[in-house]
Structures are given as structure tokens and as C-alpha cells.
């Protein structure tokens, strides 16, 4: 694809230096193999900068898809292509000589088949003039050589106004140099303050105090109560025993009859009262009469209840031994099988142990 030929020009158009654009503008009339002009098509193309030689270390490249016109001429931007490597916009034009290569796929894609290159001569180094600090300059970036128009910096310092490598523009007449003139307020108690300036007594207005009113004898206060006292928070206290109030909490006033526990008491005791004070009592019927209950001889007692020998059949026809306590139960038969009342325990015995006739039963009791 070597035949292909390659006509390059660089436009001028885009380096005024006043306004200078980190682009340039490049054309190409592109043909094929045959030396046909490559018309209305889509080429690729890619652009590198080399540096110092035709061969030089590539300081930026970029890659474009621009399209050909009737007459075969493709036309872009350097520098606003597709980035593949460097800046173009920190190319030192001062470090020269640089070289443009071009390489061109003429179906459009990345398959560069045909390059060339040629250096870049006065043309691009028109953009160094932007940075450019020779001798022809005056030193400073500002796009002339001209050291009159140089930009300077204004500051303030009290009330003198001051312009870099100029003179000061005394300000006192319109500003007291004293920075901020804002001011902030202050309150203490019913005195309204401004600072540096005035106080305003607001007594008449505000008690003073956050209560939504300005009646300073309504406030809200809060209630304490120590030994005998009531206290309020912001003064004043009651003492309370001369109200014949006995500090204790039941109910009443009468430091006579307060309930106290006895010194010692058993589980499940209760208070009486013995005539003169409260004592501990065991339940009533505690020591009442125990309980008798008949169980088929051999059986075994209720756990608690002692076994009473009988071995002969004193209410029926079989042989029956005695179970009793002295702890005051309750002892009820019913029909074997049956199921005893809430709170009442069975007994199994599955014997005539009542009657003379052959029906079984069993036992339920309640202690107390």
C-alpha cells in the first residue's frame, strides 16, 4: 500500500497568538493503492508528534475517523482527536525540531497501512508564543511585550487600598478600618444590651424570667419532701408534724395503730392480734383434729400419713388397713376410677373397704 499517496497541509488559520488554540488544522487528499481518489469515505486515521527526529520518541498521539469528501480531501483538528498517549496542550514548541507522522486506513478502521511524515516547521511553533520568555518578551505570561499593562494585585490593609507597584488610596473617609461593623446582642436578666453600645430595661415588658409572662410571683417551682419538711425549689418549707401527720405511709394519721411484724414467724403464718399486739399465728384449724382413711390391706399411705395395722375386713368383705395424721384433712370415698374435686388428692385403693357389697373404691383428701 505504499502507492497510496499522502498530500498533508497545515493551516495557518488556527495560531493567532492573542487567542491561541491547543489545536491545529490538517488536510489530506487521500487515494488508494490504484491512485484513485478516495471519495465520500470513512478512513481512520492516526496522528503522532515525534521529537527530534523523523524517528524521535512520540510526545503525543491521537487517533481520527474523518470523512472525505467529493474530492477525496479528509480534513481534521490535531490535538482534538481520540487520545492515545501525551498532551498536546504541554508540547514544549521550544524544545524542538518535531516531526508529524500520519498513518491512514483507508477502510475506515485502525489498520494503518500507509504512513509518512514531515517536520513541523514555523507554523505550530506559533502556539509557543504563548508561553514564549525570550528576549523579545518581557518576562511576564500575558500574551505581549508590553511591561506597562501588566495585571497587579489590590490590598487592603486598615483603610489604605493598595495596587501592587502602584500607589495607596488612603479610605478613611468612607471606612473606619475596623472590619465588621456588626454588632450582637445580649441579654441579662430584664437589661437588653448591644455591644459597644447601649443597654434597654425590659422589666417593664419581662420579668426576667422564661415563663411566657411577665409576673415574676407565678413561676413554676418544683416540690421536694425530706424527713418531716416540704420544700419549695426557689424557698419557703412546711413543716409537716405539726399537722399531727405521723410520716408514715398508711393511710391515715394515727401514729398508734401502725401494723409491725412480729420478730419471728414460720412460713405460712399469719398476723393476730393477742390483745395487745400483733404476733404470729399458724393457720386456723392448724391444730385441729387430724384424719382417719381406710386403704386396702398391704397398701401403701398418702406420703405423710402413718400406717395403722388393721388387717381385717371391719367395713366390707376384705381385709383393710388405717392410714391417719394429725394434720386436720379431710377424707372423702368415691366410686373407683372416678376423678377427685380441685385441689383434692386421689388415693387409689381399687377394695370394698366401706360397704359389704363388691364395688371397689378409691380415696380423695385435703389437708389444711
Known sequence: MKNLILLGVLCISSFCIAQSPQQFTYQSVIRDASDNLVLNSSIGIRISIRQASA????????EHTPTTNSNGLASLEIGSGTLVTGNFSTIDWGSGPYFLETEVDPLGGSSYTINGTSQLLSVPYSLYASKADSVANDQI????????????????SGTNLSISN????????????TGSDDQTLSLSGTDLSIESGNTVDLSGLQDGVNDADSDPTNELQAVSFSNDT????????????AYGIDLIDDADNDPNNEIELPATANPGDLLEFDGTSWVAAAPAGSNGPGAVMYIYNGQTCPSGWTTQQVNVAIFGGVAVDACWTDTPCVVMYIYDGQTCPTGWTLQPIGAAVVNGSTLPVDACFKCY
Not at 142 to 151: F, I, Q, R, V
Not at 166 to 177: E, F, K, R, W
Not at 230 to 241: K, P, T
Request: proline share 2%.
Open 141 to 156: 505570561n500575558d500574551a505581549d511585550a508590553d511591561p506597562t499593562n501588566e495585571l497587579q494585585d489590590l490590598s487592603l
Open 166 to 177: 502602584g500607589n495607596s488610596v488612603d479610605l478613611s473617609a468612607i471606612q473606619d478600618g
Open 55 to 62: 524517528s524521535g520518541t512520540i510526545v503525543f498521539q491521537e
Open 230 to 241: 416540704l420544700y419549695l425549689s426557689d424557698g419557703g418549707q412546711v413543716y409537716l408534724g
